[in-house]
């Protein structure tokens, strides 16, 4: 007489392993789309900062050059360096006025030339008598 027994029970659980197999495939790829966001992210923040950086080195050269009175011809109202664009004011102080000096007050804005965003922006006082 043939054997009628019920096949054995560890088939009735193996698509299960299939299942667990595919969340846990799911869960690793939300996991690895997570960390790249991060990291993209990461490296927009490091780009600007970079940006911002040359941009207030650019701000404080322009600025230098600006309130010191020198032989060399004066830099210009507006320029551009590179992907950063520089403008210049100068306009008279409206504060004390001691001993006869002049003071103008000398501000110096960096954009991004492409996207016209401010980048530094600096301010300082130039004397003259």
Do not use: C, Y
């Not at 560890?10 to 667990?20: I, N, P, Q, Y």
């Not at 927009?44 to 322009?62: K, P, T, Y």
């Not at 309130?67 to 320029?79: E, F, K, N, Q």
Request: charged share 20%; aromatic share 4%; net charge positive.
């Amino acid at each position: 007489m043939p054997d009628r027994r019920p096949i054995a029970s560890h088939r009735a659980g193996a698509g299960f392993l299939m299942v667990e197999a595919l969340i846990a495939l799911a869960i690793v790829a939300i996991m690895a789309g997570v960390v790249f966001e991060t990291v993209w992210q990461m490296g927009g923040a490091a780009a600007r900062s970079g940006d911002q950086r040359a941009a207030l080195l650019l701000a404080r050269s322009v600025l230098a050059a600006s309130t010191v009175d020198s032989p060399v011809a004066p830099i210009a109202a507006r320029g551009r360096d590179g992907a950063l664009s520089w403008a210049v004011s100068i306009q008279n102080w409206n504060g004390e006025n001691d001993g006869g000096l002049t003071l103008r007050e000398v501000r110096v804005t960096i954009t991004d030339a492409r996207s016209g965003v401010v980048l530094a922006r600096l301010d300082g006082m130039k004397g003259s008598s």
